[in-house]
Structure formats: structure tokens, C-alpha cells
């Protein structure tokens, strides 16, 4: 088993910057990806970003691309998530989630762990 907890959230005033963290435990292994997803009241959960296990690939969805990044501390087993110049519709529960199969694709069906969710909330 693999347990996942998010932590970093809150509340940040547009133009401003949040970091996410999303510490892993448990199981190990030596192939995988990871994620980041968000979900808005009303709206299906959305792929953010996504990045393999060594780092050495990431993936980004075209609203995020060039304000967010995605990055991971092996040693620390921790996914982070810098968010810069944020927009008010960025405000969801964002979660990480784990791929076995280390596709790092933006499918949530694709992973196979998820953490409880962490809430960021951007005022305009």
C-alpha cells in the first residue's frame, strides 16, 4: 500500500504563489509517475502536471504551462507543486496522484493511488 498526503494549501490573493507538497509512504518501487490533479466545485477532476520517476519528463496542461512546476525529492519521497501567478481560477482541491505503470499521462484513471486533497483558494 501507498499512502499519500498533501499539505501547502490555502488561501493567496491572485498574482501570488503557493507551493504544494505531497509526501509518499509505504510501498516503494523503482518505476512509476506522479501527478498533480485539481477539481473545482461543480466540475470534473482536471490533470495539472505530471512527471516521471527520476524527473527526468513532465507533462503540463496547457492552462498551467509556463506559471507551474512540477518537481520531486526522491530522498525525501515528496512531489512538489510551485504555483506562480495565480489566477482565481486556478481555485480547486488539488491532489497528487501515483502511476504504477509510469506513463505520466493526464487520464486520472491512469493512477493508481491518490492522497486526500489539499485546497487552494485564489481571491481575485
Known amino acids: 500500500q501507498v499512502q499519500l498526503v498533501e499539505s501547502g494549501g490555502g488561501l493567496v490573493q491572485a498574482g501570488g504563489s503557493l507551493r504544494l507538497s505531497c509526501a509518499a509512504s509505504?510501498?516503494?518501487?523503482?518505476?512509476?509517475?506522479m501527478a498533480w490533479f485539481r477539481q473545482a466545485p461543480g466540475k470534473e477532476r482536471e490533470f495539472v502536471a505530471a512527471?516521471?520517476?527520476?524527473?527526468?519528463?513532465?507533462h503540463y496542461a496547457d492552462s498551467v504551462t509556463g506559471r507551474f512546476t512540477i518537481s520531486e525529492d526522491n530522498a525525501k519521497n515528496t512531489l512538489y507543486l510551485q504555483m506562480n501567478s495565480l489566477k482565481p481560477e486556478d481555485t480547486a482541491v488539488y491532489y497528487c496522484?501515483?502511476?504504477?505503470?509510469?506513463?505520466?499521462?493526464?487520464?486520472?484513471?491512469?493512477?493508481?493511488?491518490w492522497g486526500q486533497g489539499t485546497q487552494v483558494t485564489v481571491s481575485s
Open positions: 509505504g510501498r516503494t518501487f523503482s518505476t512509476y509517475s
Open positions: 512527471i516521471t520517476w527520476d524527473g527526468s519528463s513532465t
Open positions: 496522484a501515483l502511476d504504477l505503470s509510469a506513463q505520466y499521462g493526464s487520464s486520472q484513471y491512469g493512477y493508481d493511488y
